[in-house]
């Protein structure tokens, strides 16, 4: 299994940037990237692997399932593990002209912040799954406080504390299904749980769901999104809002499907989380002066799409590949605005858009990357974002025309607070505007998200592929038992 080394390759850069990095701080960032590069490279090659055998599994220490510790991969996990490593590099890229003291803390950290999920996207059983959550959610406690000023800290503070409370929900419902089952490994689980499911397997199940929607953001677990993104750095942030919430939802459906087989938790719930998220997210971003936490509820509506998506699959199985693929593009969305925003609060210290009003005139890589981000948020053609919200669009007519109603208004919405963010600071004249100067580390990661958005709305149908590979992994769970079993 190559993909399993992208967790000791950060792992390892996390302990070596302390050490190397504190005679040259150049040295924290290098040996960064090369970890970030090393794991693409990695998830890259796991491609034959899982295409060829369906599923590639790892035992630890050589003792086989149940009762070792394995890690699995699949189509499924595969897109997002390859999603993860390739936003990482990106961000460790874009991070050189943010971090100019603390590096190493900084750099150690987001190795530690990769860790976590790239071994939630491997973990083959649930104690790992909450160890490596722990793990991203202790990183992203500290990196949430990074500018050590009075809101980051409040931030981090507030994120700590109900992060802990939903990391015991998490565990509490681990120890209930440890106690019904015996094992926590999910392809053992799977067997044993989908013979007969209780009330109390759908306690333990309710209880991890919402440590998981707590990290997606999921209405109403959406709290601390706009708060900590507010206060964040912003290539910290844009992992925050692209990979981490995905890796939060991969966890809920890959539990969801092939550990539970959906027996109890009915597909209704997941569409009135999916509407609510829609909804919230959509008029809160509307009314926001705040760049940051404009794009935050913006985020929460986008995964609201993929929930809602998730939950009308029960009625037409194609709204599951739609759900996969906007996840799929949203993770690609978020950070591009993400990033775009985020030079301009670099240069000019501020997140209010008052303040920030035309500062983006001068630079039109940073003015184009945000129209682009913005069009294919809203879902406009040619985008990424209309292919996804089509197949939405399209599955919802079937489920109920109500449901066609609020996407498209929700998405027209979006298309007006996208609109309005992009005319502030971009069209809006400057008494005073900045000069901007780019340079590779910012400009290859914008260019490159722009050239992705575009090509996943004009080659849609090379998305809807990998989705359908994807959804086929994630509906069959009989590959993935045998597979870990033997």
């Known amino acids: 299994m190559y993909s399993f080394l992208s967790i000791p390759i950060f792992l390892a850069a996390g302990f070596l940037i302390p050490f190397i990095g504190s005679s040259n701080a150049k040295n924290s960032r290098r040996i960064a990237l090369i970890a970030s590069f090393l794991a693409i490279v990695v998830s890259l090659f796991e491609i034959p692997s899982v295409l060829l055998n369906k599923i590639s599994v790892k035992y630890m220490s050589g003792w086989m399932a149940p009762y070792g510790i394995s890690v699995a991969v699949d189509a499924f996990s595969l897109v997002f593990i390859i999603l993860a490593s390739v936003i990482g590099f990106l961000v460790v890229l874009y991070s050189k002209k943010y971090i100019t003291s603390w590096s190493v803390e900084y750099y150690t950290l987001l190795m530690l912040l990769f860790t976590g999920v790239m071994g939630v996207l491997h973990a083959g059983d649930l104690f790992n799954l909450f160890v490596f959550f722990e793990i991203l959610s202790i990183a992203s406690y500290a990196l949430t406080a990074f500018h050590k000023n009075k809101k980051s800290l409040e931030g981090a ?63 109403p677990f959406h709290y601390l999104k706009s708060d900590i993104l ?95 693929y906007h996840l799929i593009n949203i993770v ?41 981000g913005a069009l294919a948020n809203a879902g406009v053609p040619l985008t990424n974002g209309f292919a996804s919200k089509w197949l939405i669009y399209v599955a919802s007519i079937k489920v109920s025309p109500i449901l066609t109603i609020i996407t498209v208004v929700a998405s027209a919405i979006t298309l007006a607070y996208s609109l309005k963010a992009y005319s502030v600071l971009f069209l809006s004249n400057a008494k005073n505007p900045k000069t901007i100067k780019l340079d590779g580390t910012i400009i290859f990661p914008i260019v490159f998200l722009c050239i992705i958005c575009i090509a996943l709305g004009i080659f849609y149908t090379a998305g809807i592929s990998i989705s359908e590979i994807a959804t086929k992994a994630l509906l069959n769970n009989k590959p993935y038992i045998l597979g870990v079993l033997g």
């Not at 681990?174 to 053992?188: H, R």
């Not at 692209?242 to 809920?252: C, E, N």
């Not at 009314?287 to 509820?297: G, N, S, V």
């Not at 240069?347 to 890589?365: A, D, F, S, Y």
Request: proline fraction near 2%; charge should be positive; aromatic fraction near 12%.
């Open 230 to 324: 507010e206060v964040t750095i912003p290539p910290v942030g844009a992992f925050f809002a692209s990979i981490v919430s995905a890796t939060g939802i991969y966890a809920i459906m890959r539990l969801y499907f092939t550990v539970f087989n959906a027996g109890f938790l009915t597909h209704h719930i997941l569409i009135l989380l999916g509407v609510m998220s829609i909804i919230l997210g959509s008029l809160m971003a509307l009314k926001q002066k705040d760049i940051m936490r404009l794009l935050a509820y913006s985020a929460i509506a986008q995964v609201g799409f993929v929930v809602l998506a998730f939950g009308m699959g029960a009625f037409v199985s194609e709204s599951y590949i739609a759900g996969i």
């Open 332 to 372: 690609f969305i978020d950070a591009l605005l993400f990033f775009c925003a985020g030079v301009l609060v670099l240069k000019h210290k501020t997140t209010n858009m008052e303040h920030l009003q035309g500062v983006g005139t001068v630079n039109p890589v940073l003015s184009y990357g945000f129209l682009i």
């Open 157 to 219: 503070i507030k994120y700590l504390i109900l992060g802990s409370f939903t990391a015991s929900f998490m565990l509490l419902g681990i120890a209930i299904i440890y106690g019904i089952a015996g094992t926590l490994n999910m392809a053992d689980l799977a067997g044993t749980l989908g013979a007969g499911l209780s009330t109390s397997t759908a306690i333990a199940f309710g209880l991890i769901f919402a440590a998981l929607a707590f990290k997606s953001a999921v209405v």
